[in-house]
């Protein structure tokens, strides 16, 4: 499934202008991570989606939520980001056992 704009928590994201916006695609980069732009949002859950096999709309939520609440301000790549998400997703599915 694929997490879409109308899925999201938050309404205050700026987007781009560009409905090419080419800035959002391929893999996680060392691109610079922007937290407020919805583009890189949508991407950055997408991936993570796509890595671990099955997003749902609550788990992109859940995803969303770990972005907007507890991203450390010294993440600032698409990369670290996604790193930082595949740690919090180990951590949190090691509980479940």
């Known amino acids: 499934m694929v ?6 928590i ?5 987007w781009s202008p560009d409905a090419n916006n ?9 691109r610079y991570f922007d937290k407020n732009n919805g583009e890189q949002i949508l991407f950055i ?3 993570f989606g ?6 749902s709309v609550n788990d ?3 995803l969303e939520e770990l972005i907007l609440k507890e991203l ?3 993440m600032k790549s698409e990369l670290a ?11 949190y599915s090691n509980l479940a056992y």
Do not use: M, T
């Open 3 to 8: 997490f879409q704009k109308q899925h999201l």
């Open 10 to 14: 938050s309404d205050s994201y700026h």
């Open 22 to 30: 080419k800035s959002v695609s391929g893999d996680p980069a060392r």
């Open 45 to 47: 859950i997408n991936c």
């Open 50 to 55: 796509e890595s671990i096999g099955k997003l």
């Open 60 to 62: 992109g939520r859940r």
């Open 72 to 74: 450390p301000s010294d």
């Open 81 to 91: 980001v996604f790193n930082w998400l595949k740690g919090k997703y180990l951590y």
